[in-house]
Each structure stands twice: as structure tokens, then as C-alpha cells.
């Protein structure tokens, strides 16, 4: 295969292992998990199917591991806590902990009781195989298979490593202004859509934007505004003004 083709398929990864960040934290994080913006029903089933496809996640259980994380966060009960469980397994076993607590039905009922079970659920969204498998198969339509096939394996390790970066380097490494054990990274927050600033985050939960200093950047925040300058969500709170706690 051509070095060209391989970059091509790089990029290709890459590309998609941003479009997934965005969605997670938009989506995901941000409205589901959250509340912290509102988005047109279009629109969240567009994410929902994104999110889908790209990485067979399902949203509620995805909020119900969240949410406990904030219940519990760096004590007895974190699903995800470098704390916890030390940073190496937090970083590279992400996936293994997420699932404790998504294949657990009472704890999911418990902290995603808003977020019930649908048709659309029960069809296709509950199938996380079938998405996956959807989303490869598109690749392979448009580049074809040897191109989709390294795409495929790219995009899944920045999702993975991105997202136990987030829980992992995000609760050990980086600095804290605000009074809580999460930590800020703004190089993190550039490769994982403004997730990096996790303290921030910890600070002020309902808030739609995670850049809430001078200097802090939050990509994600980028996609939120469009979002509502195309009148398809609307934010929650407009003040985001928080004083920091710690020098």
C-alpha cells in the first residue's frame, strides 16, 4: 500500500476520532449528561446516530457512567478514578471500567432515569455491534477496504486513549484552580474537543462552556456556538463567570 494511502488512511482516522469527540461532548456530555445546553430533536438524533455509528456507544448508559463519576468523584464509587484504580489501568483500560457500570441495569436505571429506553433503542441504537459495523461499511463505500480498515483502527485508538486521558491525566496531572481534585490541560482539551479542562468542568457542571478563564481555549464550545447561531440548540446558563478558588 502506498505511504500516500496510509497517511490518507491516517488522517481519515483522525478526522473521525474528532468528529466523535465533538459529539461526545456536545451531545453526550454537555446536553445529556448535563443539561447545560438544549439541542433540536433533528439534531440530537443526528448526534445520537453519529455517536452510534462511530462508536457504538449508547447515550443513557454513557450518562449513567458520567453521572456517578460526578456522585463519586475520586472516592468509593468512581467508575473511573485514577485515584482509585491507579492512572496505567484508567489510561489504557478505560473501556473495561466504563462497561462495571453500563452493563449494570439497576445502576444505569439509577442515574439515567430521565433518559428511558425508546423504539429507536430497542431497533437500532441498543445494537452497538451493528453500529459499528454500519460505520466501518461506510468507509469502506467511500475509500475503500484498506484505507477504511486503518481509518477504523486509528479513530478507535484516539477515541479510547483520548477518552482515558480524559478521566486519567484529567484527575492526576495539570493544574487545579478551582477547589476539586480534577485538573486543567489545555493540550489535552485541544485533542479531545475541550475536555481537558476537567476542573473547570468540575466547577461549574451545568455550564456549556469549559474555557471559563482568560487564555483557555474549549474546541467544544466552537461547535456549541454554531449550534445556536443556526438556532439549533440554546444554552442554559449565560453567565460563566467562575473565581477561581486556588492561585
Known amino acids: 500500500m502506498p505511504a500516500v494511502a496510509v497517511l490518507e488512511a491516517v488522517l481519515i482516522g483522525l478526522v473521525t ?6 459529539v ?9 449528561a448535563h443539561k447545560a445546553i438544549t439541542l433540536r430533536a433533528p439534531v440530537a438524533f443526528a448526534c445520537r446516530f453519529i455517536i452510534w455509528m462511530s462508536t457504538g456507544t449508547r447515550p443513557r448508559q454513557w450518562v449513567a457512567v458520567h453521572r456517578k463519576h460526578h456522585a ?22 478505560n473501556a473495561v471500567l466504563y462497561r ?14 430521565d433518559l428511558p429506553e425508546d ?17 466501518v461499511a461506510l468507509l469502506i463505500v467511500v475509500f475503500g477496504w484498506q484505507i477504511a480498515l486503518i481509518a477504523a483502527a486509528v479513530h478507535a485508538s484516539v477515541y479510547l486513549l483520548g477518552g482515558g ?20 490541560n489545555q493540550w489535552l482539551a485541544w485533542l479531545v474537543a475541550g475536555e481537558g479542562l476537567h476542573n473547570n468542568h468540575h466547577a461549574r457542571t451545568t ?15 466552537w461547535a456549541v456556538l454554531l449550534l445556536v447561531k443556526l438556532r439549533w440548540a440554546t444554552i442554559r446558563h449565560e453567565n460563566l463567570a467562575v473565581k477561581p478558588s486556588r492561585a
Request: aromatic fraction near 10%; charge should be positive; charged fraction near 20%.
Open 17 to 22: 476520532s474528532q468528529i466523535s469527540f465533538i
Open 24 to 32: 461526545t461532548t456536545v451531545y453526550l456530555h454537555r446536553a445529556l
Open 72 to 93: 463519586h468523584t475520586d472516592k468509593e464509587g468512581d467508575p473511573h478514578s485514577p485515584v482509585i484504580f491507579g492512572y496505567s489501568l484508567v489510561q489504557f483500560g
Open 100 to 113: 462495571r457500570v453500563s452493563k449494570n441495569a439497576e445502576q444505569v436505571d439509577r442515574y439515567a432515569k
Open 119 to 135: 423504539r429507536w433503542d430497542k431497533v437500532l441504537f441498543n445494537h452497538a455491534l451493528l453500529g459499528l459495523a454500519v460505520g
Open 165 to 184: 486521558a480524559i478521566n486519567g491525566i484529567g484527575h492526576k496531572w495539570g493544574k487545579r484552580p478551582h477547589d476539586n481534585l480534577a485538573t486543567n
Open 207 to 221: 455550564s456549556s462552556r469549559m474555557s471559563l478563564a482568560k487564555g483557555e481555549i474549549d474546541p467544544g464550545w
